[in-house]
């Protein structure tokens, strides 16, 4: 905590700020990004979703218990954490997202003592104006929308900044203190378990260090602190030694990075990175993609600064500055390496910030006296200004403004396009039942979840529904898997397409399902598709029943039809004859 009074209320105004543009409408945000992928298998930790073949469905039903160590392309800490969430407060994004977010919240408070730290050290300055720059970096980094997106996302990314922020912390305090670097290696373990591009610590780290690494070799809290970093890793290294036993390659990140990916893998989404030449040239405009563009100005200028500060005093510049100068170029080498996509370009934010904050701090320094008010004011209204871009592109149901003054294009990274309101009505329509049919599953894993999951409903008194439930529509890849694909593999709800159950009426007679017991059809149709005149004749049995579903903008997203499925016995004509 800062020293001053003053200094804590503002600390603690800058935390509010950090929770309430990370924790407001936290549930809104459609099922459209990689953070589904997380979330999907988060829920009952199982490494089988639709992306590729995964080990787990390889070796089924002949599991090992390696299997559970990792994933077969990520690490597994992300999933544990985002399943124990999901176990406290329900199957829902939000709680998936709430780890991100409370991350993102003490990411802040870090980003403050790394601040105040580095204007502390090693020239001491007043306490006041150290602890300005970490109140400045703070604040900023609380606003800047591309860490407030990635916050809010059930994505990595927010923990990798957290695990670095905590990591360059505790290298920082392990300079005075060796007992930290047994702290700093568990975190680096840690780091390691949530996504490997947190490797990029160890060389941040090795800078700082620098000036007593030669003493710290010599010292027992170095070695246990290594021997803590690959203890607490060791599910990882277990689990790609067995898999390289099993099965003859590593998982998905290190198969690629050996040369042994299994065929299977070799179209998996994200590899296509281009060649080194195009991701240098998408880098600085990507980059101009992820903050506003005031905050980018501001960034532009205290490297510049930086670079000034070279020319004049470079051995003081980098002993001072060392720790932003040595992040920023180990974080874009390592976005150079494995692409600069707008969410791993969040890595740079809070390094962004930080620079920031020292470069205003020092520009207020100089300011003559009379003009000292003014310049706090200007940077109060530059941190507001950041959280109401924030606010206005990933809390506000519709933004306001014009491009690129008050619009973000991160917007377009969570849509809102009626999914979120999607899912609320099958969470209520769904809500206390269990499906009294399912269909039969082609791995042994997914009869264990479906048999759990209907047990633990009767178990909790909830009622059983004989529901079909039929999809039409250009249902992005990611909301089907949440929405539709969820249901049926962890929760056993029968869930068809509409030309499999065409498919199954042609072949079987139109009362097909409705023999099987099925008492209710569900047919949820996308609003942008032209309803067939087959289909027309289906909803229009007496008794079906219309829920028209809305995204924020009021426009009509879906579509669904409920159909009493005993009087439903019209057959809808195949698909070629649309």
């Known amino acids: 905590m800062p020293h001053s009074t003053v200094a804590r209320i503002l600390f603690l105004i800058i935390l509010a700020l950090a929770a309430i543009l990370r924790l407001a409408n936290l549930h809104q945000g459609d099922p459209l990004n990689d953070e589904v992928a997380y979330a999907f298998r988060a829920v009952a930790l199982i490494d089988s979703y639709a992306a590729e073949e995964t080990p787990l469905e390889k070796l089924d039903p002949n599991r090992p218990s390696w299997l559970s160590f990792s994933f077969h392309d990520h690490p597994p800490l992300v999933f544990w954490v985002q399943h124990a969430a999901i176990?406290?407060?329900?199957?829902?994004?939000?709680?998936?997202?709430?780890?991100?977010?409370?991350?993102?919240?003490?990411?802040?408070?870090?980003?403050?003592?790394?601040?105040?730290?580095?204007?502390?050290?090693?020239?001491?300055?007043?306490?006041?104006?150290?602890?300005?720059?970490?109140?400045?970096?703070?604040?900023?980094?609380?606003?800047?929308?591309?860490?407030?997106?990635?916050?809010?996302?059930?994505?990595?990314?927010?923990?990798?900044?957290?695990?670095?922020?905590?990591?360059?912390?505790?290298?920082?305090?392990?300079?005075?203190?060796?007992?930290?670097?047994?702290?700093?290696?568990?975190?680096?373990?840690?780091?390691?378990?949530?996504?490997?591009?947190?490797?990029?610590?160890?060389?941040?780290?090795?800078?700082?260090?620098?000036?007593?690494?030669?003493?710290?070799?010599?010292?027992?809290?170095?070695?246990?602190?290594?021997?803590?970093?690959?203890?607490?890793?060791?599910?990882?290294?277990?689990?790609?030694?067995?898999?390289w036993r099993t099965l003859g390659h590593f998982d998905l990140q290190f198969a690629y990075l050996f040369g042994n990916a299994p065929e299977s893998w070799q179209q998996s989404p994200g590899k296509d990175i281009g060649s080194l030449g195009h991701r240098i040239a998408v880098f600085l405009p990507r980059l101009g993609q992820t903050n506003s563009w005031l905050f980018l100005s501001f960034a532009v200028a205290a490297i510049a600064g930086f670079a000034a500060g070279l020319t004049r005093a470079p051995r003081d510049t980098f002993r001072r500055f060392g720790v932003i100068a040595a992040s920023l170029v180990a974080v874009t080498l390592l976005l150079l390496a494995i692409g600069p996509s707008i969410r791993f370009l969040a890595l740079l934010t809070p390094f962004l910030a930080l620079a920031i904050g020292i470069f205003l701090d020092r520009a207020l320094t100089r300011l003559p006296q009379r003009f000292a008010a003014a310049g706090i004011a200007a940077v109060v209204f530059f941190a507001a200004f950041e959280a109401a871009y924030s606010w206005n592109n990933e809390i506000a149901a519709v933004p306001v403004g014009s491009r690129p003054w008050f619009i973000s294009p991160l917007q377009y990274e969570t849509p809102r396009l009626g999914y979120t309101e999607l899912e609320a009505w099958f969470a209520h329509e769904f809500a206390n039942t269990y499906p009294v049919i399912t269909f039969e599953t082609t791995f042994a894993f997914t009869q264990e979840l479906q048999e759990r999951s209907i047990r633990r409903m009767r178990q909790a008194g909830a009622s059983s529904r004989a529901a079909l439930i039929v999809t039409y529509g250009d249902f992005t890849p990611h909301a089907e898997l949440w929405t539709f694909e969820r249901r049926r593999m962890h929760q056993g709800w029968p869930i068809l397409s509409l030309a499999d159950y065409q498919a199954a009426i042609a072949e079987q007679g139109p009362e097909f399902f409705a023999a099987a017991g099925f008492t209710e059809l569900h047919i949820v149709i996308s609003a942008t598709m032209v309803i067939p005149d087959a289909l027309k004749m289906l909803i229009a049995t007496p008794g079906t029943e219309e829920t028209a579903i809305q995204n924020p903008a009021g426009k009509t997203a879906f579509r669904i039809f409920t159909i009493p499925l005993t009087q439903a016995f019209r057959p809808i004509a195949s698909p070629v004859q649309w």
């Open 87 to 243: 176990t406290l407060f329900g199957e829902t994004l939000w709680a998936a997202r709430l780890p991100s977010a409370l991350l993102g919240i003490i990411s802040v408070w870090l980003i403050f003592l790394i601040g105040r730290r580095i204007a502390t050290r090693p020239a001491p300055a007043p306490a006041k104006r150290a602890e300005r720059s970490g109140l400045i970096a703070a604040a900023l980094l609380a606003a800047t929308i591309h860490h407030v997106y990635i916050s809010r996302t059930a994505q990595q990314e927010a923990y990798v900044i957290f695990f670095l922020l905590l990591g360059i912390w505790f290298a920082l305090k392990s300079r005075e203190q060796p007992r930290y670097l047994i702290a700093l290696g568990v975190t680096a373990g840690l780091g390691f378990l949530a996504k490997y591009t947190t490797l990029v610590l160890f060389p941040i780290a090795a800078v700082l260090l620098t000036p007593v690494l030669r003493e710290h070799l010599r010292r027992r809290e170095f070695w246990i602190g290594a021997a803590a970093a690959v203890l607490v890793a060791s599910p990882v290294l277990i689990y790609n030694f067995q898999l």
